[in-house]
C-alpha cells in the first residue's frame, strides 16, 4: 500500500451527501457498509471510500486518527 494514497484517502474530504464535509476516516460505518452493499462511486472517490471500508471492518482506525489533518486538539 502507497503511504501518500493512504494519507490522502483519510484526509479526503466527503463531497457530497449527508456526511459532505468530513473527512472519509470520519464516516460512520453503517455509511461505508451501505456503499459496500450498493456499489462505491466510481473513481478515485470510491477507490478512496472503498479503502475506508477496508479499514473499519479491520479495525485500523484508531491507529490512522493522528494522521488526520486539521483536526481539533
Given at each position: 500500500?502507497?503511504q501518500?494514497?493512504?494519507?490522502e484517502?483519510?484526509?479526503?474530504?466527503?463531497p457530497?451527501?449527508?456526511y459532505?464535509?468530513?473527512?472519509?476516516?470520519?464516516?460512520?460505518?453503517?455509511y461505508?457498509?451501505?456503499f459496500?452493499?450498493?456499489?462505491?462511486?466510481?473513481?478515485?472517490?470510491g477507490e478512496?471510500?472503498?479503502l475506508?471500508y477496508?479499514?473499519?471492518?479491520n479495525g485500523?482506525e484508531?491507529?490512522?486518527?493522528p494522521?488526520?489533518q486539521?483536526?481539533p486538539k
Amino acid at each position: 500500500m502507497n503511504q501518500k494514497l493512504l494519507l490522502e484517502a483519510i484526509n479526503q474530504t466527503m463531497p457530497f451527501g449527508k456526511y459532505k464535509g468530513r473527512k472519509l476516516l470520519e464516516l460512520p460505518e453503517p455509511y461505508l457498509v451501505w456503499f459496500h452493499k450498493n456499489g462505491f462511486p466510481k473513481g478515485k472517490l470510491g477507490e478512496q471510500l472503498a479503502l475506508m471500508y477496508e479499514v473499519k471492518l479491520n479495525g485500523l482506525e484508531g491507529m490512522l486518527r493522528p494522521l488526520l489533518q486539521n483536526q481539533p486538539k
